[in-house]
C-alpha cells in the first residue's frame, strides 16, 4: 500500500523567505505525486504533478517540486513566499492502476510580516 | 469549465438523522471520487466511480454510507443513521480518465452531527 510522510505539521516563514516542504512516500512502483493547498475551509486545489520525465516540475503561484527516486522525496519549495502562501499544503501519491490518492497529514504554512 | 461544485458547504444534523450530500462533476470527466478529512488530516478516499459504476469502496465506508452516480452525472453520498464521528469535510474530486490522471476536487461540504 502507498504512503505519504509530510514530517514538519507546522512551519513558520518569513514574507520574502524561502519555503521548503518535505514530502517522502512509499510505493512499489513509479508514483504520481502530488501537491495541493487549502485555505481554511475550503477544497483543494491542486499546485503541480509529477507522473514522468524531468523531475524537476513547476507549478502555479512559483511553486516548484523536484522528484528524487533514490530519497523517495517530492519536496515543495518557493523562492520567496507571499502572505497570501498561508495556508495547509498536502502531498499525494497515487498510480496508474490505483486511481484513488493517498495524502499526507499535511503542513500548515504561517507566513509572517 | 465551472469547476467541481458541492452542496450543500455547511450541513448541521443531530445524530441519528440522515443527510444527503451532491457533488457535481466537471462536466466530461468520468471519474469522481468522495474523500473525508477529519481536523488536522489529509483527506481519505472513501469511494469512487467511473462513470455510473461504483468500482472501488474503501473499508471507511460502512454500511451506513452509500454513493451513488446515476447517467454518470453528478453524485450523492448519503449518509444514515449520523453519529459524532461522522463530523468531517467531505470532498468530491473529478477526473478525465485518462492515463495521466489528474483529480479536482471542489469545495466540499462540512458535516457537523451533535
Known amino acids: 500500500a502507498q504512503s505519504v510522510t509530510q514530517p514538519d505539521i507546522h512551519i513558520t516563514v518569513s514574507e520574502g523567505a524561502s519555503l521548503e516542504l518535505r514530502c517522502n512516500y512509499s510505493?512499489?512502483?513509479?508514483?504520481?505525486l502530488f501537491w495541493y493547498v487549502q485555505s481554511p475551509g475550503q477544497g483543494l486545489q491542486l499546485l503541480l504533478k509529477?507522473?514522468?520525465?524531468?523531475?524537476l516540475v513547476q507549478g502555479i503561484k512559483g511553486f516548484e517540486a523536484e522528484f528524487k527516486r533514490s530519497q523517495s522525496s517530492f519536496n515543495l519549495r518557493k523562492p520567496s513566499v507571499h502572505w497570501s502562501d498561508a495556508a495547509e499544503y498536502f502531498c499525494?501519491?497515487?498510480?496508474?492502476?490505483?486511481?484513488?490518492?493517498?495524502f499526507g497529514a499535511g503542513t500548515t504554512v504561517t507566513v509572517r510580516a | 469549465d465551472t469547476g467541481v461544485s458541492q452542496n450543500p458547504r455547511h450541513k448541521i444534523t443531530k445524530r441519528g438523522q440522515n443527510v444527503t450530500f451532491r457533488c457535481d462533476p466537471i462536466?466530461?470527466?468520468?471519474?469522481l471520487y468522495w474523500y473525508r478529512q477529519t481536523l488536522g488530516q489529509g483527506p481519505e478516499f472513501l469511494t469512487y466511480f467511473q462513470n455510473e459504476a461504483q468500482l472501488e469502496k474503501s473499508r471507511l465506508l460502512s454500511d451506513r454510507f452509500s454513493a451513488e452516480r446515476p447517467k454518470g452525472s453528478f453524485s450523492t453520498l448519503e449518509i444514515q443513521r449520523t453519529e459524532q464521528g461522522d463530523s468531517a469535510m467531505y470532498l468530491c474530486?473529478?477526473?478525465?480518465?485518462?492515463?495521466?490522471?489528474?483529480?479536482?476536487f471542489g469545495p466540499g461540504t462540512r458535516l457537523t452531527v451533535l
Open positions: 510505493y512499489g512502483a513509479t508514483p504520481y
Open positions: 474530486a473529478s477526473s478525465l480518465g485518462d492515463g495521466r490522471d489528474t483529480q479536482y
Open positions: 499525494a501519491v497515487g498510480a496508474v492502476n490505483d486511481y484513488k490518492l493517498s
Open positions: 509529477y507522473f514522468s520525465g524531468d523531475t
Open positions: 462536466s466530461e470527466h468520468n471519474r
